[in-house]
DNA sequence: ATGGTTATGTTATTATTTTCACAAAAAGTG
DNA sequence: CACTTTTTGTGAAAATAATAACATAACCAT
């Protein structure tokens, strides 16, 4: 977990940009971004600072310039295709949701699914049986795909996207995904996600006296 | 962000322990715990040590007292009811979701959406007209809920959840919510997460010769 | 029993991250 | 043009988090 929060926060920034500048604003200043993105002024210095973006000492930061380092760094200009693995109620949703991925373009290429009854395009977007996953990878290039399977086939649909090639995966299964250390694994689940807030909103204050959360 | 990284561990601790106990096995080591959850060792004792959880000194930890430990925290025993607020593309599939949820014993009691059109049944859940929601809230003591509204009305929303009296958000709008800070957010910006794995997966190692990602 | 082995619990150490502090640059002002 | 103000950029300090180290308790074998 190295410059993976930074990462994060940037592409944070990079939202509260656009806002600001729909809003009609030029230029930003560490701290009016920082205060949008509920970030420390300083911390955001020291992020643009790691990735060597400058701002004009007096005069803040010119939104536009700013836009078009965080999008060369994040490679906005060129489309990203990603694949997404398991068709069922989320991965549906993530379908459907692809025009949202697209504005940034980032864009799901294909679906593939074990269940014959999923193969149709959602969309406009193919489903393909599981066994083509692999081919696909390697004709389109493709580098990252989504997870959004059952727990239970989860590890074994990892490793065949890590034979494949891919090397990074988003994954909503509620399971710890193990693979080589040069895939890049997110695991994003949901209800752990949930009951943590739960936990904090009720419960926090009440245990050992911790009220930060 | 203090306990918050504690809680998401011990989430993950039990998932996994849940697994092991299907799986047949009656005591885990932390040093068996840490393999499956992508964990130190050190770090599952310290975690379990900030709780008051202690295991066995020759023995390990045996696995049905763990979980009960854990449930006790995570307030497993009784159902905790939580609101949805927007019932579109991304709010659906949640609501669908609701089942995994409930196996949790989280469980989305009704959803909430301006759209006249959205006002129905989903998957046994009502959903109802955005007006009554702060009637809801008081009346069945709601006190989490999860939103899933465009970026605009977002701040608008979370304002109205803050003054009904909900204390845990869970935000899926693409925008860092701003509320007192009593109250506990979490947002989960999908196209950032998937914008950092891509980063990660594709770019990381050729700039600044960082790989830790 | 008793000695050896193993895994915990906790303290000490190290590493990382965040915040603080301040010099330097830009812009405005008289 | 000097002088003041403001905001960046960065090195030092503080706070947090992770790792290592080790004493202690439980178990096992003899």
Chains 1, 2 share one sequence.
């Not at 929060?5 to 809003?23: A, H, V």
């Not at 009609?24 to 210095?45: D, H, K, M, N, T």
């Not at 020291?46 to 310039?65: A, C, H, T, V």
């Not at 999008?71 to 069922?88: M, R, T």
């Amino acid at each position: 977990m190295q410059i993976r929060n930074n990462i994060r926060r940037l592409l944070q920034y990079r939202m509260c940009l656009i806002r600001f500048r729909e809003l009609g604003f030029e230029r930003v200043y560490s701290y009016s971004l920082g205060r949008e993105a509920g970030v420390s002024p300083e911390q955001i210095r020291k992020d643009f600072s790691r990735f060597g973006i400058k701002g004009n000492k007096r005069g803040g930061y010119l939104i536009s310039e700013l836009l078009d380092s965080l999008n060369y760094i994040f490679g906005k200009n060129e489309l990203q295709d990603v694949i997404l693995i398991g068709v069922g109620n989320i991965g549906m949703a993530l379908a459907r949701y692809n025009c949202g991925f697209f504005k940034r373009r980032k864009y799901i290429v294909a679906g593939f699914d074990i269940d014959p009854s999923k193969i149709r395009k959602i969309n406009e977007i193919p489903v393909l049986p599981m066994e083509v996953m692999p081919r696909f990878v390697k004709e389109n290039g493709i580098t990252v795909g989504i997870m959004a399977v059952p727990a239970v086939s989860a590890q074994e649909v990892c490793n065949s996207l890590v034979n494949a090639g891919i090397k990074g995966i988003m994954n909503f299964a509620p399971i710890v995904l193990k693979a080589p250390k040069h895939v890049v694994i997110e695991n994003i689940n949901l209800c752990n996600v949930l009951e943590s807030v739960i936990y904090c909103a009720n419960y926090a204050r009440d245990d050992l006296g911790v009220l930060e959360c």
